[in-house]
């Protein structure tokens, strides 16, 4: 399936990337409540990191992805687990049923939808009182490898942006009118990663890969160089998980 973010070439590297902090999954699921063996849709899914998370919890996990090869990974890595299953589908059209989920998620991909249709199709698919999530992984850039980075890519991209995925996203689940408060939580998660895997991961990053264009390859190839002059083999990489979460409106 054709969307506007097209993961075709990235997919293999997403295996690359960080789980989420299990201390902020455990902090927003305590506030929901959910009961045991619920119904959870996690759209986006990628090649099921966060569908993972859900399914290691006792939910039953629709993971819905729309890219081919994202999918297919993602259904190699889940084969085992008899409770999660996958759809071909987007954030706007998940091709689920109506009121049938007790959570519906979005791990790093409520940025690369058109958001008022994604919170629009969520409501459909929740069950009353069903909540929403999203979720990203943010590189600490105080660290000073993660800074060394950023400076790397700007040598390159001097107006290089992370657009959607680090803003708040209070006001437009707010500004929906489907959801009642919002609520946020994070944690903290030390992502360790040989140099070779690090750099792999750095390929699966299509924002950078959007605004790279044809320097992609170079700016991925100066990240190498820089990572390769560290005497460490094994890189530890701050992440922190920063979740929003609402409540659909009765």
């Known amino acids: 399936m054709k969307t506007n973010w097209d ?25 929901m409540g959910l009961e045991s063996e619920a119904k959870v849709c996690d759209v986006g899914a990628g090649v099921a990191h966060l569908s993972l998370e859900l399914a290691s919890r006792g939910f039953q996990v629709t993971a819905v992805e729309p890219n081919d090869q994202m999918r297919a990974l993602g259904r190699q890595r889940t084969q085992q687990i008899k409770d999660l299953e996958w759809f071909e589908g987007t954030a706007e059209l998940t091709g689920q049923p109506e009121q049938a989920f007790a959570l519906v998620s979005f791990g790093s991909s409520f940025n690369v939808c058109d958001q008022n249709l994604a919170l629009k199709e969520t409501a459909r698919i929740l069950k009353s ?41 209070t006001q ?41 264009g044809e320097q992609f390859d170079a700016v991925i190839d100066a990240i190498e160089k820089l990572l390769h002059q560290r005497v460490e083999q094994t890189l530890e990489i701050p992440y922190d998980t920063h979740i929003w979460f609402a409540q659909k409106n009765s």
């Open 7 to 31: 993961y075709s070439e990235l997919a293999e590297a997403y295996l690359k990337r960080p789980n989420y902090a299990p201390d902020a999954i455990e902090q927003m699921l305590s506030v």
């Open 129 to 169: 009182a069903g909540w929403f999530a999203c979720m990203w992984n943010h590189r600490d850039l105080s660290d000073p490898i993660q800074a060394e980075i950023e400076t790397t890519i700007r040598s390159f991209v001097p107006e290089y942006g992370y657009g959607r995925r680090r803003e708040d996203q």
């Open 172 to 212: 437009v689940i707010q500004d929906s009118g489907l959801f009642q408060e919002v609520l946020t939580t994070q944690g903290r998660i030390i992502h360790q990663q040989s140099i070779a895997d690090c750099v792999t991961a750095w390929r699966s990053h299509a924002t950078l890969h959007r605004q790279a």
